[in-house]
Nanobody, 124 residues
Framework: QVQLVESGGGVVQSGGSLRLSCAAS????????MGWYRQLPGKQRELVAT???????RYADSVKGRFTISRDIVKNTVYLQMSMLKPEDTAVYYC??????????????????WGQGTQVTVSS
């Protein structure tokens, strides 16, 4: 089993900063990609940023220049440094990791795992 645990959300004033973390644990063979999504009230989940060996880093236009995604491969952890936060960044933030696990039968399975979500609230 694989679990993703997020931390770092909270309430911050407009212009402030927060750092989110997402650590994966369990029967992990390798991790192909990591990313962050967010869901604003009443809207669908949207991409914030991703990081992978194949594609490097990618950002939504709305966060470019303000957010930075990074990772610690040894710790199976992805981070999202958020700066110059705006009220419209208020959302539940979800991390995701594309992880390869090895089954008892020796098969390698590639699957997208999600964190539980963490609330980020930016006050004006």
């Amino acid at each position: 089993q694989v679990q993703l645990v997020e931390s770092g959300g909270g309430v911050v004033q407009s212009g402030g900063s927060l750092r989110l973390s997402c650590a994966a644990s369990g029967n992990i063979f390798s991790i192909n990609a990591m990313g962050w999504y967010r869901q604003l009230p009443g809207k669908q989940r949207e991409l914030v940023a991703t990081i992978s060996n194949r594609d490097g880093t990618r950002y939504a236009d709305s966060v470019k220049g303000r957010f930075t995604i990074s990772r610690d491969i040894v710790k199976n952890t992805v981070y999202l440094q958020m700066s110059m936060l705006k009220p419209e960044d208020t959302a539940v933030y979800y991390c995701t990791q594309t992880i390869v696990v090895v089954t008892d039968g020796g098969a390698h399975l590639n699957h997208d795992y999600w964190g539980q979500g963490t609330q980020v609230t930016v006050s004006s």
